[in-house]
């Protein structure tokens, strides 16, 4: 068991690029979050995945962003013409079905120049 | 809606001192479920405990103890004889099924900054 992996662990764009995020979740998790955690502030709840279906969406996920989780395995996330206000870290977590308990990832922290 | 309250934004000990977080929350569900996570300066979110709504029994794991009590809707975490390797950001979090849905997301506090110094 190699916990959750993120991939990448830091990106610098500039405003307007797109840039994707990947996740591996634990083996054996068929659940996956993606939350955002800005300075000072706890982790921010974006959007949910029970196996390949996109259960729910926070009111933080714009439409500049989009998440897949082909498969049921990894999980990727997309932020299109990211700006200034996107610079943040993107944490990924995973959890059994049956367990609550959420093991979170490293996370890819952002900067949005 | 769900809400975690830690109140103490930053805490200040010496080693081997006894120190408590707190933790208030709020939330409609009849069935929900506690945590504790802790993020050291490495950034990564480390889980630390989960109790669910019907389990008031306290908690203790070496020399971390925590006290849940539904009747104040608080969840108080204490660190008995702090260490250095203890400093970190802890957050308090709460899942439950909100109406409408359940998808056990976390719903975590701002954190209490915990520095034990030498």
């Known amino acids: 068991d190699t916990g959750v992996s993120q991939d990448p662990r830091h990106k610098i764009t500039k405003r307007g690029q797109n840039v994707t995020f990947r996740c591996d979740p634990i083996s054996e998790h068929n659940r996956l979050y993606w939350y955002r955690q800005t300075l000072g502030q706890g982790p921010e709840f974006l959007t949910y995945?029970?196996?390949?279906?996109?259960?729910?969406k926070s009111r933080l996920l714009s439409d500049r962003f989009s998440a897949e989780r082909p498969k049921g395995s990894f999980s990727t996330l997309e932020i299109q013409r990211t700006e200034q206000g996107d610079s943040a870290m993107y944490l990924c977590?995973?959890?059994?079905?049956?367990?609550?308990?959420?093991?979170f990832g490293p996370g890819t922290r952002l900067t949005v120049l | 809606a769900q809400k975690v309250t830690q109140a103490q934004t930053e805490i200040s000990v010496v080693e081997k001192e006894d120190v408590t977080l707190d933790c208030v929350y709020e939330t409609r569900d009849t069935t929900y479920y506690l945590f504790w996570y802790k993020q050291p300066p490495s950034g990564e979110l480390v889980f630390l405990i989960r109790?669910?709504?019907?389990?008031?029994q306290n908690e203790i794991s070496g020399r971390y103890s925590w006290n849940f009590q539904k009747s104040t809707s608080s969840f108080n975490f204490t660190i008995t004889a702090s260490q250095v390797v203890d400093s970190a950001v802890y957050f308090c979090a709460l899942s439950g099924q909100d109406s409408g849905g359940s998808n056990y997301k976390l719903t975590f506090g701002k954190g209490t900054l915990l520095t034990v110094n030498p």
């Open positions: 995945f029970q196996n390949e279906a996109q259960l729910e």
């Open positions: 977590a995973s959890s059994l079905a049956v367990r609550e308990e959420q093991f």
């Open positions: 109790r669910n709504s019907f389990d008031e």
